[in-house]
């Protein structure tokens, strides 16, 4: 028996070697792991998507954490959400508030201290009023600012990036962004044309002009809504590794003008 007792520690080293130079089956649906190490662009500074999920995190939490049915999530699935899947982002409850007076404006009573979480679905309804608190808090000093104004300039700050990184990708307000885009793709061309025309005094088409000149304004408004936020362009071969495909279906990269 102790003679074999060698042979059988052998063996386990052996068969847990092998086992980690097995390629882990990755579960079907998102690779949230390879979206988290794609590369972006954010105010000139290249991060992970996972850093940018965290640093966004932290400002609507003190935690920076975004949990489900009670556990932690990784912070890129909350953002993967709030990219692709934002109406599942919008009723996750991650803005946090402790002061009561911020409370009662949600109709709480509470006054213990705790802090509460509340989705954007919760926070939706009093978005009016808590940008005319925070404009009324603004009109004070920085240093003499009491808890509830604090407070409710946090509150507003953090619902502002959240929605800053909702519209990054797609426009809120468009039911359809895929279509969107192509209808631009197909109105682009004419409207280009249309306008070199006019430019050189020839005749020119003026409905594709006006189409042009409708997407080139709204897009102009949501550019400046949005934050500055772009992938960061990279050859396939320069992706960090698992990073090409954290949709199974295919990734969209966007980095050579056109989607």
């Keep these: 028996m102790k003679k074999s007792i060698p042979w059988l520690i052998s063996l386990v080293l052996s068969i847990w070697v092998i086992s980690k130079m097995i390629p882990h089956r990755q579960a079907p649906g998102l690779d949230i ?6 590369p972006v662009l954010v105010g000139g500074r290249v991060m992970p998507m996972d850093t940018l999920a965290r640093i966004s995190l932290s400002v609507m939490n003190h ?62 309804p009093f978005l009016g009023e ?19 104004q604090r407070g409710i300039l946090k509150l507003r700050d ?26 631009f793709d197909q109105v682009l061309q004419p409207g280009v044309q249309a306008a070199r025309d006019r430019e ?22 949501l550019n400046k809504a949005r934050p500055k936020i772009s992938a960061f362009p990279m050859r396939r071969d320069e992706l960090p590794v698992g990073s090409g495909k954290f949709l199974k279906n295919g990734l969209i990269l966007v980095g050579s003008g056109r989607v």
């Excluded at 792991?33 to 794609?38: A, C, E, I, K, Y």
């Excluded at 808590?130 to 509830?148: S, V, Y």
């Excluded at 409905?207 to 042009?212: F, I, S």
């Design 200 to 221: 050189a005094n020839r005749p020119f088409n003026q409905q594709d002009l006006l189409r042009l000149v409708w997407f080139t304004k709204r897009y102009q408004i």
């Design 130 to 148: 808590i940008g005319k608190q925070a404009g009324l808090a603004t009109q004070t000093e920085a240093q003499t600012r009491n808890a509830f």
């Design 158 to 183: 953090a619902l502002r990036i959240y929605l800053l990184l909702k519209n990054s990708i797609q426009a809120e307000d468009s039911p359809d962004f895929a279509r969107e885009l192509q209808a």
């Design 63 to 124: 935690h920076g954490t975004f949990t489900v049915d009670g556990k932690v999530e990784p912070a890129s699935r909350w953002l993967l959400d709030v990219f692709m899947m934002p109406r599942r982002a919008d009723a996750a409850k991650i803005f946090e508030v402790t002061n009561p007076d911020i409370l009662g404006l949600f109709g709480r009573q509470e006054a213990d201290g705790k802090p509460v979480s509340y989705s954007y679905n919760d926070c939706e």
């Design 33 to 38: 792991d390879g979206f988290s190490r794609l």
